[in-house]
C-alpha cells in the first residue's frame, strides 16, 4: 500500500501585511495556493490513501476561504478514488466551549475520515489499520489514548505533537505541545507525525512530512513538502511541491561601511527578479547606527514591493557591548509575579497573610496561560 | 535553701515524706551526661508498658517558679538489669527471700535526640536536671520533629516498635547531590524501598517542586511492573504522576507499554574505556585499547577499527596483529550481543528528563554482569560529562543509583568512572546512590562521602564497623538498633536530621494507594473540572 503523508497545511494562516491587487494578504493566499498544487501533486502520484496529521486550518474557527480551499480539495482527492484520513492538531481543535470543531462540517463526506474527539480513532484502509490519535487536551491522555491501540499486524500510527528527542535538540522547553518518545514503537510500519514544520526522520520509522509551506524564519532551514510512503518497506520519500520561497541570507558583516556601501549591498540582495514572492531576511552585523540612519526608509520599503516580505534586521556595532555590560535579567514570568507580591508586601500594599495564596493561585493562572500561548505561538490576531 | 540545692521541689518532697514508693525513684533521670541520659523502670513491667529499644522517651525538664521550660527528647538504646545490691545477690539464697522488690529495677539508657525550646527542635547541648521525670513520648512531642524532616517522604517514625503515624519520615531533596548510600541484606526491603523513594520523587517532580533527577538502572526488572508472583507492583503503576516518569526498556515485552520507550546507544557514544570493562585484558590489550583514542576518529572507532585499514594503523602503531584481532573480536561480540546498541539513542531524552527533575528508569532485565556494568558505565559518563558543561537556566541536579555498588566503588576496582562521580561528581550536581549488601568492601574514603545512609539490616559486624566508622553522625549507639532491625524497617542517618532516625519504611503497594488518593494541595484554588467541548 502505498500512501502520502502530509501535515500542518495551516490554511488561514496571514501574516506580513501584503496585499495583492484584490486586497487579499498575499501570504495567506500563497498557502491556498500551496495546498491546491499539493492536492494536485498527490493526484498525480495515484497513492492508495492520503495522511494529513494535524493542523489542516491555522485557527479553530477558520474563515469561509479556507474551509471552501479545504472541501475542495478534499472532493477533488475522493473524486480521484484516494481516501483522506485526517486528524485534528492543535491549531484546529477547539480549546473552550464557545467553539465547536470546524472538521464537523466535512464527517460524513464519502472516503473521508476525521479524528478530531480528543480520543483514539481506528480506521481500516485495504489491509492497513490507521490508529489516529488527534490533539489531546493533557498530555497524560496520549498514553491513556495510545493505549486503547490494538496492533493489527499492518499498522500505521498518526499523531500531531513535537516528540521529546526533536525538542531536546531544538532546546525549545517550554510550553510545547509534547510527544512521549516512547509512543515511537517500532512495530508500526509507519508513523505519520505532525506539528513540526520541517521534514524529518525521528525514528527508523517515524516521519515528520513538514509543512508545505515557510511560515517564518525559524523554518528558513528546513525542508519542505510531502512524503510519499510506500508501507510494505516502510520507504519515505520527499516530493516538493513548490520551490522554496525563503531566504534567510547569511550575516553581512558591515563594520566601517559607509551609508552608501550599505545601501548598495542591500540593492545586490534585492533584485526585484530575486525577490519576487519570496520571504527574504537580511541581517547587517556591526552596523554603524548614523550610517544605518541615513539609508532613504522609503527607498528601502520599495526594495521589496515585489517580494512577499523583506527584514533588513540590523544589529549596531554600539549594542553589543551594551549587551555584555549589562545582561537582562530572565526571570520566568511567575517568578516575576511571586517577586513583584513580596515587594508589594514588604511595603504593606498586599496583607502577608494571602500572599503566599495570592502568589500560588496567579502562578499557575500563569503558568496555564503561557503554556495556552506557547502552543498557537503562529496565531495571527483574528 | 538546702532542699532546693538537692534536687528543687523533688528533693524536698523526699526529705519530707516518711516512707517512698519506686514511682519517687522510677521514671526520673538520674544520671550520665549530655550524651547519655539513664533513668531506671519497675523490673516487672507488664507487656504494654515494657521499655523496648528505640523507643522515645520526653524528658519534661519544667519548673513552675523558674524559667526551667525545656522538653529533652530521647531515645532508648539499652535497657539493663540493676539492684541495688552488691555482689552475687541475684543467685545467692539467704533466707526466705533474697530480694526486696524495691530493690531492683531495669536501667534504661537512652541517647538525646534534642531538645524542644521555645517551640523549636534543635540539637541539645545540655543535662537535663537531675531528677526530671521521664515519660513515653505523645503526640505533641512528636510533633517538634516534623519539623525536621524534608520532602521525600520515605515511611513512619518508628518509636520502638510502634508506628508513629503522624510523623512521616522525610528526606531531604536538598541534600541529594552529596552521595547516598542504601545497605541492606537480600530480603530486606532494598527494592521497595527504592520504589518508595522512587515515588515520592516523580509526586515532588509532578508538582514541580522537584530538586534533581532521579536514575535508576534495574537490572533485575523488578522496578518496572513489580514482580507479579509476588504481587507487587512497580512505578508504572503510579499513573498519577506518570508525567514525571520516563522509562526506557531493553526488554520487547516491557516496551509494548506506551510509556514505555526502548533503551538504545548510538556507536558514537561508546568510548574505549567502556569496552575495557567487558573483558580481563593483558598488559598489550589494554595498551591497544588505549591507543584507540589517540589514532581513531572518536565517534567512528567502532566501525574504523573493524576493517582491515584500521588493524594496519593499530599495526603501524606498534601492536602485534593478533592483540588487534583479539580486540576486534571481541568487539564484534559486543555489538552482536547487545542489540540496544543501535544509530539511534536515547541518552539525550534520558538526560533532558534528569536535567528537568524526573525520575527515569532504565530497565535492563537478563542483562550479564559485565553488560550492565558496561551500560552503567557509557550512561554514567555521559551523564558526567552533560553535567560538567556549562549549567542552563533551572537545571536540576541528578542521583544516579548503582546497584551491587561494590562492584564499581570497591577497593582495586577498575572502574574508576564511578570513583570519579563519587569525588568529583558534587561539584557539578552528579550524586551517587550506592545501594549494596556489603558495605565493607567499599571504600572507606569514598564511603565517608556519603552524607545519607539508609541502613535496612546488616548481620556482618565488620559492614556495620565500616558504616559507623564514616557515617556523619553517629551510629555506634545504634548497633543493637541495626542488629534488630526487621524486614521494611531502617535507620537513617542524613544531613538535615539531626539525629539518625529509625523508620518503618512504607510498603510500596500501600503508599501507592495513598498518594492516588491524596488530595493535591493546590485543587481548592486551580483545577476545576477539566474542559470537555461539546463533541456534536
Known amino acids: ?382 | 535553701m538546702a532542699q532546693e540545692k538537692i534536687g528543687g521541689e523533688f528533693g524536698a518532697g523526699i526529705l519530707n515524706k516518711k516512707s517512698l514508693t519506686p514511682e519517687n525513684t522510677t521514671y526520673r533521670i538520674i544520671s550520665k551526661s549530655v550524651s547519655e541520659y539513664h533513668f531506671i523502670v519497675p523490673f516487672d513491667l507488664p507487656d504494654a508498658e515494657r521499655v523496648e529499644v528505640g523507643q522515645i522517651f520526653s524528658v519534661k525538664d519544667y519548673d513552675q517558679s523558674s524559667s526551667r521550660k525545656l522538653t529533652f527528647l530521647a531515645r532508648v538504646l539499652d535497657v539493663q538489669h540493676g539492684s541495688n545490691y552488691d555482689g552475687n545477690w541475684d543467685t545467692t539464697i539467704k533466707g526466705t527471700q533474697f530480694f526486696d522488690r524495691d530493690q531492683i529495677f531495669n536501667r534504661v539508657i537512652a541517647e538525646p535526640l534534642g531538645c524542644v525550646r521555645d517551640g523549636s527542635f534543635r540539637k541539645s547541648r545540655t543535662i537535663p536536671t537531675k531528677f526530671s521525670p521521664v515519660s513515653r513520648a505523645e503526640q505533641e512531642e512528636f510533633q517538634f520533629l516534623r519539623q525536621v524532616m524534608g520532602d521525600i517522604e520515605i515511611g513512619y517514625l518508628r518509636n520502638g516498635s510502634r508506628l508513629v503515624e503522624e510523623i512521616p519520615v522525610a528526606l531531604h531533596s536538598d541534600s541529594m547531590d552529596h552521595h547516598m548510600g542504601v545497605f541492606a541484606t537480600t530480603g530486606m526491603g532494598k527494592s521497595n524501598f527504592m520504589k518508595v523513594f522512587a515515588a515520592s520523587c516523580m509526586r515532588l517532580a509532578a508538582r514541580g517542586k522537584s530538586k534533581f533527577g532521579l536514575l535508576i538502572v534495574d537490572p533485575h526488572g523488578e522496578y518496572i511492573l513489580g514482580e507479579g508472583r509476588k504481587g507487587t507492583k512497580g512505578l508504572v503503576h503510579l499513573s498519577r504522576y506518570s508525567s514525571s516518569l520516563a522509562c526506557y526498556s531493553t526488554d520487547y515485552k516491557n516496551c509494548q507499554m506506551p510509556q514505555v520507550e526502548e533503551f538504545s546507544i548510538s556507536f558514537s557514544e561508546i568510548k574505549p574505556e567502556d569496552v575495557a570493562l567487558l573483558y580481563n585484558w593483558s598488559p598489550p590489550q589494554m595498551d591497544a585499547l588505549e591507543a584507540i583514542s589517540r589514532t581513531f576518529d572518536s565517534d567512528n572507532w567502532l566501525d574504523e577499527i573493524q576493517d582491515g585499514e584500521g588493524l594496519a594503523r593499530m599495526v603501524r602503531e606498534g601492536f602485534k596483529e593478533s592483540t588487534i584481532q583479539v580486540l576486534v573480536r571481541r568487539i564484534k561480540n559486543l555489538l552482536e550481543k547487545n542489540a540496544y546498541i543501535k544509530k539511534r539513542s536515547s541518552l539525550p531524552n534520558i538526560l533532558a528528563n534528569l536535567q528537568n527533575g524526573n525520575v527515569v528508569l532504565v530497565d535492563i532485565p537478563r542483562m550479564s554482569d559485565r553488560a550492565e556494568l558496561f551500560l552503567l558505565s557509557v550512561l554514567s559518563r555521559y551523564v558526567l560529562e552533560e553535567y560538567k558543561k556549562e549549567a542552563s537556566d533551572g537545571r536540576k541536579n541528578c542521583l544516579i543509583t548503582i546497584e551491587e555498588a561494590q562492584r564499581v566503588l570497591g577497593q582495586g576496582s577498575n572502574t574508576s568512572r564511578f570513583e570519579s562521580i563519587a569525588r568529583e561528581g558534587r561539584k557539578f550536581g552528579v550524586g551517587l546512590c550506592a545501594i549494596t549488601q556489603q558495605p565493607k568492601l567499599i571504600e572507606k574514603q569514598l564511603l565517608s562521602q556519603f552524607n545519607t545512609l539508609v541502613v535496612m539490616g546488616l548481620g556482618d559486624r565488620n559492614d556495620r564497623l565500616q558504616l559507623e566508622e564514616s557515617a556523619k553522625q553517629d551510629l555506634k549507639s545504634l548497633d543493637i538498633e541495626i542488629q534488630t532491625l526487621e524486614k521494611g524497617e531502617a535507620v537513617i542517618s542524613t544531613l538535615g536530621i539531626p539525629f539518625p532516625v529509625p523508620v518503618s519504611v512504607h510498603k510500596y503497594e500501600h503508599y501507592l494507594e495513598h498518594l492516588k488518593a491524596e488530595k493535591a494541595p493546590e485543587e481548592s484554588l486551580t483545577s476545576g473540572p477539566g474542559f470537555k467541548p461539546f463533541l456534536e
Not at chain 1, 25 to 37: A, C, P, Q, S
Not at chain 1, 231 to 241: M, P, T, Y
Not at chain 1, 298 to 326: C, H, N, Q, T, W
Not at chain 1, 335 to 351: H, K, M, N
Request: proline share 4%; glycine share 6%.
Open chain 1, 1 to 382: 500500500m502505498k500512501i502520502v503523508h502530509l501535515a500542518d497545511s495551516h490554511l488561514g494562516f496571514s501574516g506580513y501585511n501584503r496585499l495583492d491587487e484584490h486586497g487579499r494578504n498575499r501570504m495567506e493566499e500563497r498557502v491556498y495556493e500551496g495546498f491546491d498544487l499539493a492536492v494536485e501533486k498527490i493526484i498525480s502520484l495515484r497513492p492508495d490513501a492520503v495522511v494529513h496529521a494535524g493542523d489542516v486550518f491555522h485557527h479553530v474557527r477558520p474563515k469561509i476561504r479556507p474551509l471552501v480551499v479545504f472541501q475542495r480539495g478534499l472532493q477533488r482527492l475522493t473524486d480521484a478514488g484516494i481516501p483522506v484520513i485526517i486528524i485534528s492538531g492543535n491549531h484546529d481543535a477547539p480549546k473552550s466551549f464557545s467553539s465547536s470543531s470546524p472538521f464537523l462540517l466535512f464527517e460524513g463526506m464519502k472516503d473521508v475520515h476525521i479524528a478530531q474527539r480528543y480520543a483514539y480513532e481506528r480506521f481500516d484502509l485495504d489491509d492497513h489499520a490507521f490508529h489516529c490519535i488527534p490533539f489531546c487536551l493533557e498530555p497524560d491522555e496520549y498514553l491513556q489514548e495510545f493505549g486503547k491501540i490494538e496492533r493489527s499486524g499492518r499498522d500505521v500510527l498518526v499523531m500531531h505533537g513535537l516528540v521529546e528527542s526533536l525538542r531536546n535538540k531544538r532546546l525549545r522547553t517550554v510550553g510545547e505541545h509534547e510527544l512521549k518518545d516512547s509512543l515511537l514503537k517500532r512495530d508500526f510500519d509507519y508513523i505519520a507525525l505532525g506539528h513540526f514544520h520541517g521534514q524529518a526522520r525521528v525514528a527508523e520509522n517515524a516521519w515528520y512530512s513538514g509543512s508545505v509551506e515557510y511560515f517564518n524564519f525559524g523554518e528558513a532551514g528546513d525542508q519542505k513538502g510531502l512524503l510519499s510512503v510506500d508501507l510494505e518497506d516502510g520507504e519515505a520519500l520527499s516530493v516538493e511541491v513548490r520551490p522554496k520561497n525563503m531566504i534567510d541570507h547569511p550575516p553581512v558583516d558591515c563594520s566601517g561601511l559607509s551609508t552608501e556601501a550599505i545601501a548598495e549591498v542591500l540593492m545586490e540582495l534585492c533584485d526585484p527578479q530575486a525577490v519576487r514572492d519570496k520571504l527574504i531576511r537580511i541581517t547587517l552585523r556591526n552596523v554603524s547606527r548614523a550610517a544605518f540612519r541615513r539609508i532613504d526608509q522609503v527607498k528601502l520599503s520599495r526594495l521589496g514591493a515585489e517580494a512577499i516580505y523583506l527584514k533588513v534586521r540590523p544589529e549596531f556595532d554600539d549594542e553589543k557591548e551594551e549587551r555584555m555590560e549589562r545582561p537582562a535579567d530572565r526571570f520566568s514570568l511567575q517568578q516575576e509575579f511571586v517577586d513583584y507580591l513580596s515587594q508589594e508586601s514588604r511595603e504593606g500594599r498586599i496583607a502577608e497573610a494571602i500572599r503566599k495564596e495570592v502568589a500560588g493561585y496567579g502562578s499557575a493562572v500563569l503558568e496555564k496561560a503561557v503554556a495556552a500561548k506557547n502552543t498557537e505561538v503562529l496565531d495571527a490576531p483574528q
